[in-house]
């Protein structure tokens, strides 16, 4: 019911320092970034080492990378694993009935067996933006831009790449509807992939981050403290994880997604279009994809090499569901204690009311009576607040900075048959100069960390006093430490290391 961020209560407002520092003003970032004289150009990219040219300061290492990869397949593929949405690939055993993929499409790809063969032995995953289907696309510079709703399939190979191998941009089989290859010529084939990277770009930003961490973290947050008392000791456990949520989101709200919101009137979806889309999204969210080590293996993705957001996350669930477990068993000594806990069982019955409108399907609980879930749920709450945000926020200037990559809008629609595209069409395609500045200043402010950030383990605030809590907080912040240092032996093997989940970088709340 917060209008705006003085509507809300003093204790979960910003700190000084954190206010000063971090205001949604696209001009403070578009200033930092050098792109000012940009905001008014509504020209389009005559070639891209403009792009490059213009845009020069600030730079990190992936986005050099990636500015040199982005129209690699290998790179491509990669993305889907340990980019900024992990979230979307699954294994495919059996094709989608509306993806007639071929055995003669797909040979050049393969290396010697059949797909059908490739699909039994697990080396064939599939990527289905379905969602985005009839979804309205939005007025940009007073031009109609594009959605696609893209399927993608993508071979593990023997050398362990994972390659893009077929894309069909649109949910129903047509003649205007070809599937694309990576032996068709090299426009078709990239703007393919470039229609593919616009589809993850609203995915990962209204799905993925928006609605599955900042959102859900809100619930939580709200339902925490409405329904439990500065001295309970579930209170205690999360409250810290909750730290500036409200207001980042208050200030999303106003800035980002209101009716004259930047990813309103700037990306791709926008305006009606964003409903619609949430409430699909809304309608697919479950307990057990909230869980890493169930959506892991509800996605056929336990086996699958150089999955680094599954390897990291996997790991720091079980470090935070045995400090969880360590810290709540002290308090609950028995089921009992769980069912007759009216605070913790009025917290949850919010929960399930107000953040999953009651619908039992979603799997999301409206009581405890085992302490075993309760310890699961509460896993699943600082996981999304702290880990699960990390790894679908932290790398949006990374990944996103270089445009081609990470497109915010497209201009043209997706092509309906093959051998007519060329570099041309592709800049044609591509979001004007000053949308594309807009899109590069919104991935740097959200991906630019605060001086008075809070990780993940570091429970500044004291709200326990008891020894065994206390000592468990010792305890999870030495696993977080031995695990920090696992990670980097694993990152210098890596061409592109994997960094978003050593516990360092992760923020134990949704701040930003
Ligand atoms: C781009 O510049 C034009 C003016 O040339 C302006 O009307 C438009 O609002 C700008 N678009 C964006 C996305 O900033
Ligand atoms: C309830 O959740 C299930 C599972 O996610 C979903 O299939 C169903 O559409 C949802 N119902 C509503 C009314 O959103
Ligand atoms: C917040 C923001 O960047 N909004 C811009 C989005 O685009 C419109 C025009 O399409 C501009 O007027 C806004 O300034
Ligand atoms: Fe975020």
């Known amino acids: 019911k917060a209008d705006s961020v003085s509507d809300l209560p003093d204790e979960v407002r910003f700190s000084f320092t954190k206010a000063s520092e971090f205001k949604f003003t696209f001009l403070n970032a578009m200033v930092e970034l050098n792109l000012q004289g940009l905001s008014t150009n509504k020209e389009q990219w005559k070639n891209l080492e403009e792009l490059s040219h213009i845009f020069n300061c600030r730079k990190t290492?992936?986005?050099?990378?990636?500015?040199?990869?982005?129209?690699?397949?290998?790179?491509?593929?990669?993305?889907?694993?340990?980019?900024?949405?992990?979230?979307m690939i699954n294994c495919c055993t059996k094709l989608p009935d509306n993806f007639p993929v071929t055995e003669d499409m797909v040979k050049a790809s393969l290396s010697e067996k059949s797909l059908e063969e490739e699909m039994q032995d697990g080396n064939i995953f599939?990527?289905?933006?379905k969602r985005l289907q009839g979804v309205t696309a939005n007025m940009i510079n007073g031009k109609q831009h594009c959605l696609a709703a893209p399927l993608c399939l993508l071979y593990m190979t023997p050398e362990e790449k994972l390659m893009p191998i077929a894309i069909q941009l649109k949910q129903e089989p047509s003649e205007e509807n070809p599937i694309f290859l990576p032996t068709d010529s090299e426009y078709d084939w990239l703007l393919a992939k470039t229609f593919v990277r616009n589809a993850d770009f609203i995915e990962h930003e209204l799905n993925s981050h928006l609605l599955r961490t900042h959102l859900l973290a809100e619930v939580f947050a709200v339902s925490t403290l409405r329904n439990l008392p500065m001295v309970h000791p579930i209170y205690k456990l999360l409250i810290s994880h909750f730290r500036y949520t409200l207001q980042i989101n208050t200030m999303a709200r106003e800035s980002l997604i209101s009716k004259t919101g930047a990813i309103t009137l700037n990306a791709s979806i926008g305006g009606p279009g964003m409903l619609e889309y949430l409430k699909k999204a809304v309608a697919e969210l479950t307990y057990s994809s909230l869980c890493i080590p169930e959506d892991i293996t509800a996605r056929g993705m336990d086996d699958i090499p150089n999955f680094y957001y599954r390897d990291d996350g996997l790991k720091l669930w079980d470090i935070i569901h045995r400090f969880v477990q360590s810290v709540i068993g002290r308090y609950y000594t028995s089921d009992s204690d769980v069912q007759k806990d009216s605070e913790l069982q009025n917290w949850i019955k919010d929960i399930f009311f107000n953040g999953f409108l009651s619908n039992a399907s979603t799997g999301i609980p409206n009581s405890f009576s085992l302490v075993t879930e309760l310890v699961k749920f509460l896993t699943m709450v600082i996981f999304t607040a702290s880990v699960q945000h990390a790894a679908v926020n932290n790398g949006q200037f990374d990944f996103g900075?270089?445009?081609?990559?990470?497109?915010?809008?497209?201009?043209?629609?997706?092509?309906?048959?093959?051998?007519?595209?060329?570099?041309?069409?592709?800049?044609?395609?591509?979001?004007?100069?000053?949308?594309?500045?807009?899109?590069?200043?919104?991935?740097?402010?959200?991906?630019?960390?605060s001086s008075d950030i809070v990780l993940l383990g570091d429970y500044k605030e004291e709200h326990f006093f008891e020894k065994l809590p206390m000592q468990k907080?010792?305890?999870?912040?030495?696993?977080?430490e031995v695990f920090s240092a696992e990670i980097k032996v694993r990152n210098q093997r890596l061409e592109l290391p994997y960094t978003y989940l050593e516990p360092q970088?992760?923020?134990?709340?949704?701040?930003l």
């Open 505 to 511: 970088n992760i923020e134990s709340s949704v701040a």
């Open 401 to 449: 900075g270089w445009m081609p990559n990470f497109p915010t809008a497209l201009q043209l629609p997706p092509p309906t048959n093959k051998g007519q595209c060329t570099e041309k069409t592709m800049l044609q395609t591509f979001p004007d100069i000053n949308t594309t500045a807009k899109g590069i200043a919104t991935v740097y402010l959200l991906s630019k960390p």
């Open 473 to 480: 907080i010792e305890d999870f912040k030495q696993e977080l």
């Open 61 to 87: 290492k992936v986005y050099e990378y990636i500015e040199k990869n982005w129209k690699n397949d290998e790179f491509f593929g990669y993305q889907f694993l340990n980019g900024m949405n992990p979230m």
């Open 126 to 129: 599939l990527v289905d933006y």
